[in-house]
């Protein structure tokens, strides 16, 4: 791995071509996310159709703590951490008061630098930045804003032995399958 850093971090974890994500057809296979973006601009695409959203070992990639697992082991052997909060513990997070998540969110903390975060982008689709460095002071504001202060954080350490040991934590199904909105629908 090169030096770790923002725009390594940004490499390994800023798209869902490089978290492995695909998207089901309704078939049973499989559309990368490209060939997702040409099924939207088809004239003929569904506006109403559900292409559930899978990391490449089978998990949903809906999950904001199964983003966070695939960070820790995307930087292995580097220190990270999943952290998180529920919203009744941290009522003045951005991700509490505009209900991002409805009852909590758990994201990646890598070097004890960066915070690390694809999910508010790929399935909140709240913000355009998915690393956060926690020494700048401009980051650091922002983090403020939207996870509210580090004291109401824990550790999931239930995730983040299944990260260690390779296995997703268990999920249940999805409520709500990944909708991607048509381009044509404004």
């Given at each position: 791995?090169?030096?770790?850093?923002?725009?390594?971090?940004?490499?390994?974890?800023?798209s869902?071509?490089?978290?492995?994500?695909?998207?089901?057809?309704?078939?049973?296979?499989?559309y990368?996310?490209?060939?997702?973006?040409?099924?939207?601009?088809?004239?003929?695409?569904?506006?109403?159709?559900?292409?559930?959203?899978q990391?490449?070992?089978?998990?949903?990639?809906?999950?904001?703590?199964?983003?966070?697992?695939?960070?820790?082991r995307?930087?292995?052997?580097?220190?990270?951490?999943?952290?998180?909060?529920?919203?009744?513990?941290?009522?003045?997070?951005?991700?509490?008061?505009?209900?991002?998540?409805?009852?909590?969110?758990?994201?990646?903390?890598?070097?004890?630098?960066y915070?690390?975060?694809?999910?508010?982008?790929?399935?909140?689709g709240?913000?355009?930045?998915?690393?956060?460095?926690?020494?700048?002071?401009?980051?650091?504001?922002?983090?403020?804003?939207?996870?509210?202060?580090?004291?109401?954080?824990t550790?999931?350490?239930?995730?983040?032995?299944?990260?260690?040991?390779?296995?997703?934590?268990?999920?249940?199904?999805?409520?709500?399958?990944?909708?991607?909105?048509?381009?044509?629908s404004?």
């Open positions: 791995m090169q030096e770790l850093g923002r725009d390594e971090l940004q490499r390994l974890f800023g869902e071509e490089a978290l492995g994500i695909r998207f089901t057809r309704p078939d049973g296979g499989f990368s996310p490209a060939e997702m973006d040409a099924y939207w601009h088809r004239p003929d695409a569904d506006p109403l159709a559900e292409f559930p959203s990391f490449a070992d089978g998990t949903d990639a809906i999950c904001c703590t199964n983003y966070a697992i695939h960070v820790v995307g930087v292995r052997p580097i220190s990270a951490q999943i952290m998180g909060f529920a919203n009744i513990d941290n009522p003045h997070s951005r991700v509490a008061l505009e209900e991002i998540h409805p009852a909590g969110h758990d994201f990646a903390i890598v070097a004890d630098r915070l690390v975060d694809p999910w508010i982008v790929f399935v909140a709240y913000t355009h930045q998915i690393v956060f460095d926690l020494s700048d002071p401009r980051d650091a504001a922002t983090v403020l804003d939207l996870y509210g202060p580090a004291e109401c954080w550790p999931n350490t239930r995730a983040m032995e299944a990260a260690l040991r390779g296995v997703t934590e268990p999920q249940k199904p999805p409520r709500a399958l990944c909708v991607r909105p048509s381009p044509r404004g």
